[in-house]
């Protein structure tokens, strides 16, 4: 069973040769493996076209002719079908209420930088703002989060170093002050001289 939909044209008379454009189109649209009713027949005889499966379905002379639909919201909902076929993507939810569907996204991928953008959004929600100045505000919290844990990482990693270094001074201070020898190069130079 396929889904038909027409397009929302003006509807005109019906043309003096109907009678042979009916039968000439029913033999074009069954030569693509289409079986128009007689509701689409008079839609399409009064100039209309019809949308099966993403494919424009239109009389052209004495044929009926599959076209893809290149219509721009086609395709967009071609892209939101995909996306919550493929991917989960609730249109519904981002269209109504964008802010809240990326925040549960970024809480799933990074709850810290979701916490600290929650925490921005609730102290902003007194001031009126555009979409685009809390979609900036947005990413500007999410790039400081970022820089932190950046940060953090890099001193964690300077801390080890430091220990493993001070770790590593230590017993070799200990070696040293063990055989009467404070630096490494007059260790050396105190064996080439015995």
């Not at 033999?27 to 499966?53: F, K, N, P, T, W």
């Amino acid at each position: 069973m396929q889904n038909w939909t027409q397009s929302r044209k003006q509807p005109r008379p019906l043309p003096d040769n109907h009678e042979l454009l009916t039968k000439e189109w029913r033999e074009s649209a069954e030569s693509l493996g289409l079986h128009i009713g007689e509701q689409q027949m008079q839609h399409l005889l009064r100039g209309g076209s019809l949308y099966v499966d993403g494919s424009i379905i239109a009389p052209q002379g004495f044929e009926i002719v599959r076209k893809p639909d290149t219509r721009p919201d086609s395709r967009i909902t071609q892209l939101w079908q995909h996306l919550s076929r493929n991917h989960g993507v609730s249109s519904t939810e981002i269209r109504h209420n964008p802010v809240a569907s990326y925040l549960a996204q970024l809480g799933a991928s990074a709850p810290e930088a979701a916490a600290r953008l929650a925490s921005t959004l609730q102290q902003d929600q007194n001031t009126m703002k555009t979409p685009v100045t809390v979609l900036s505000d947005m990413l500007r919290a999410i790039r400081d989060a970022e820089h932190a844990q950046r940060i953090s990482e890099t001193t964690e990693r300077a801390r080890r170093k430091a220990d493993l270094l001070r770790g590593g001074l230590t017993s070799r201070n200990k070696k040293q002050t063990e055989t009467g020898f404070t630096n490494p190069v007059n260790e050396q130079k105190t064996r080439r001289d015995i």
